[in-house]
C-alpha cells in the first residue's frame, strides 16, 4: 500500500519589522501562526516515529497526513516555534547544524542571506565587489574570468533573481573552499557585523534549548556539521560530517538509531545515501516539491514542500529561505 504524507519545511520565522534585518527571507511570525491553523484544519499531523512505522512496518497514516520540518537551528524556532507547537501538541522536527551551535560561528550560507539583505537593494553593488575579490584572487586559485562564474551560474529559481542564484551559487559551492571563506568572511564583516561570535549566539539556538525542546517531545534530526553541499564532498568527508553530527545529537539527547537526516541545501549521492545508512539513518528529507512516499525505496529521498505553497502565503509568494 502506498501512503503519502505532505512534509512542509521552514527556516526563518521572525517579525521582520521589529529586526535589524527586515529584508531578510522569512515567514512573519503572525503568518506561521496562521499558517498552522489552516494546516491544522486540512491535515492531520503525524509524527517521525509514525513515517518510521509506516515504512518500515505495517502503521497506516491518514490519508492527510502532515510534518513539519524546521532546518538550521535558528532562535526563532525556540522563541517562536516551539512554543506554538507545544501548545498544539504537534511534534516538530529541527535539524540544527552542530557547527554553527557548538562553535558559535554563522554558517557561510546564513552570512551570505545576510550580506544580501543589508544590500536589498544595491545586489549590483555586491556583484561588483566580489567580481574585484576575484580579480585580486584570479592567479593564485587559477579562476576563470568573471563573465564564464555569471554565465554559469546566473538562473532564475523559484523564489530569487539571476543575480541573487549567482552570488549564492558562487559562494556556495562554485569556488574552492578557502576562496568562498575568504570572500563571504570580507563581506560579512563590511556589510553586516565585525562580531561574528556574538552574531551567532543571536541568531541560533544553543545546546541547552534543543536539548530541552527534546525533552519535550520534538525530534532532533541531523543536518551535518559543517552544513556542507555533501553531494560535493568525498566519501571521507561525508563520514566524517555525519560522524560528528552524530556527536552532536548525543549531546542534546536527540535519537542516534533509527535516526532521521535533512540534507544541507537538499544535495545528496549515492555515496551519502550509503553512508548513511551504515551509521543506522532510517529516513531522510531532501528539498524536492513533492509529497513524500513513504516506503523503503523512498525513504532516503523524502520530498518537502515549502511553507510559501501554503496560505497565507500561497497567493503572494515571498521567499522564506527555500535552498538557501
Request: aromatic residues 14%; glycine residues 4%.
Amino acid at each position: 500500500m502506498t501512503q503519502k504524507i505532505t512534509v512542509v519545511m521552514y527556516h526563518y520565522i521572525r517579525e521582520l519589522q521589529y529586526t535589524k534585518y527586515p529584508a531578510i527571507k522569512a515567514l512573519l511570525s503572525s503568518e506561521f501562526k496562521d499558517q498552522l491553523k489552516y494546516l491544522k484544519q486540512h491535515f492531520s499531523f503525524i509524527t517521525i516515529d509514525d513515517c518510521l512505522n509506516a515504512i518500515y512496518g505495517d502503521h497506516e497514516i491518514p490519508n492527510n497526513s502532515c510534518l513539519l520540518t524546521f532546518d538550521d537551528g535558528y532562535i526563532d524556532h525556540f522563541i517562536t516555534v516551539f512554543p506554538l507547537l507545544n501548545e498544539m501538541k504537534i511534534q516538530g522536527c529541527f535539524f540544527p547544524p552542530a557547527k554553527a551551535i557548538l562553535t558559535s560561528t554563522v554558517l557561510d550560507v546564513n552570512k551570505i542571506h545576510f550580506i544580501l539583505a543589508s544590500m536589498d537593494h544595491k545586489i549590483p553593488q555586491l556583484i561588483d565587489d566580489i567580481y574585484y575579490l576575484l580579480n585580486e584572487h584570479r592567479d593564485t586559485f587559477n579562476l576563470q574570468s568573471n563573465d564564464y562564474y555569471y554565465s554559469k551560474l546566473a538562473q532564475k529559481s523559484r523564489f530569487d533573481t539571476a543575480d541573487v542564484i549567482f552570488i549564492k551559487r558562487l559562494l556556495q559551492v562554485e569556488l574552492n573552499e578557502t576562496l568562498r571563506n575568504t570572500i563571504v568572511d570580507y563581506l560579512f564583516q563590511k556589510y553586516v557585523s565585525t562580531d561574528e561570535t556574538s552574531f551567532s549566539k543571536e541568531l541560533y539556538m544553543d545546546t541547552s534549548q534543543i536539548r530541552y525542546m527534546a525533552e519535550n517531545g520534538m525530534y532532533i534530526g541531523s543536518h551535518g556539521y559543517e552544513h556542507y553541499w555533501l553531494n560535493q564532498v568525498p566519501k571521507k568527508t561525508q563520514e566524517s560530517e555525519i560522524n560528528q553530527s552524530l556527536e552532536f545529537l548525543k549531546k542534546v539527547n536527540a535519537p542516534t538509531k533509527n535516526w532521521a537526516m535533512c540534507y544541507p541545501y537538499g544535495g545528496y549521492n549515492e555515496s551519502l545515501i550509503d553512508v548513511i545508512k551504515s551509521k543506522g539513518c532510517a529516513l531522510a528529507f531532501t528539498t524536492h516539491v513533492d509529497k513524500a512516499t513513504l516506503s523503503k525505496q523512498n525513504a532516503f529521498t523524502l520530498q518537502r514542500f515549502d511553507t510559501n505553497d501554503f496560505p497565507p502565503k500561497k497567493k503572494n509568494l515571498r521567499p522564506s529561505g527555500l535552498k538557501k
